[in-house]
């Protein structure tokens, strides 16, 4: 597709259960980021992938969150054990990869997640 | 680590009137700096970026930059506000020596008075 797709749009879920969030970035974008926007604050950064290196994993805020990146495309976030806390907005973006570049970054509608 | 500080939550101006947004950088070397936008449920736009060169940066919607190495700021500013700037705004900075991450502000929402 023409930009990043981010699904499901909403989400509600127990807590306690886990969840999935698919990010599919733009075609040829070696770097994806996840974000979460929790309501009246900023952006959170929690993970990013830059092509086949280990992802910088230092924004997760528990060992709860995990994410992974399927033949260098496709991003799955995942939650485990859902908290009320978790609720927020996810987003997921991705940019033409590389170092010493000013890559923009390209944002999709992001995942409203809500925790019950 | 890079970081980068938006001290203000909140900016109000009159329509018409210039606007600024305050942004603040930390970063081992020599910043590329972005500006973006969310406006009411929709996703985060790109606005403008520093990379190098004219310290004076223009970019979508009327909307312009400067980037102060001295006071390592990079303010958003707008000389004519209209109605329909209002939106949520976040300035964000990498660190080009290190990887592409790339870290954003708490951001700054607009309202732009009729």
């Known amino acids: 597709g023409a930009g990043v797709s981010q699904s499901p749009s909403n989400k509600v879920t127990e807590k306690g259960k886990d969840v999935e969030l698919r990010c599919d970035p733009i075609?040829?974008?070696?770097?994806l980021y996840w974000y979460r926007q929790s309501l009246g604050q900023g952006l959170e950064f929690l993970i990013y992938?830059?092509?086949?290196?280990?992802?910088?994993k230092s924004g997760l805020p528990s060992d709860r969150f995990s994410a992974e990146r399927t033949g260098g495309s496709v991003s799955t976030l995942t939650i485990q054990r859902t908290q009320q806390e978790d609720s927020a907005v996810y987003l997921c973006?991705?940019?033409?990869?590389?170092?010493?570049?000013?890559?923009?970054?390209?944002f999709g509608a992001g995942t409203r997640l809500s925790v019950l | 680590a890079q970081s980068v500080a938006q001290p203000e939550d909140q900016v109000n101006v009159a329509e018409g009137n210039p606007l600024t947004v305050k942004c603040t950088y930390s970063?081992?070397?020599?910043?590329?700096l972005f500006w973006y936008v969310q406006y009411p449920n929709r996703g985060l736009q790109f606005l403008l970026k520093?990379?190098?060169?004219?310290?004076l940066v223009k970019g979508s919607y009327g909307f312009e930059a400067e980037f102060n190495k001295s006071q390592t700021s990079f303010h958003l500013k707008k000389p004519s506000a209209l109605v329909s700037d209002s939106a949520l705004y976040f300035c964000?900075?990498?660190?080009?020596?290190?990887?592409?991450?790339?870290?954003f502000g708490k951001g700054t929402r607009l309202h732009i008075l009729p």
């Open positions: 973006a991705s940019s033409l990869g590389g170092t010493g570049v000013g890559n923009i970054q390209y």
């Open positions: 075609s040829g974008h070696t770097a």
């Open positions: 992938f830059q092509g086949n290196s280990a992802p910088d």
């Open positions: 970063v081992s070397g020599n910043p590329y």
């Open positions: 520093y990379i190098t060169g004219d310290n």
């Open positions: 964000a900075v990498r660190d080009p020596n290190r990887d592409d991450k790339i870290i």
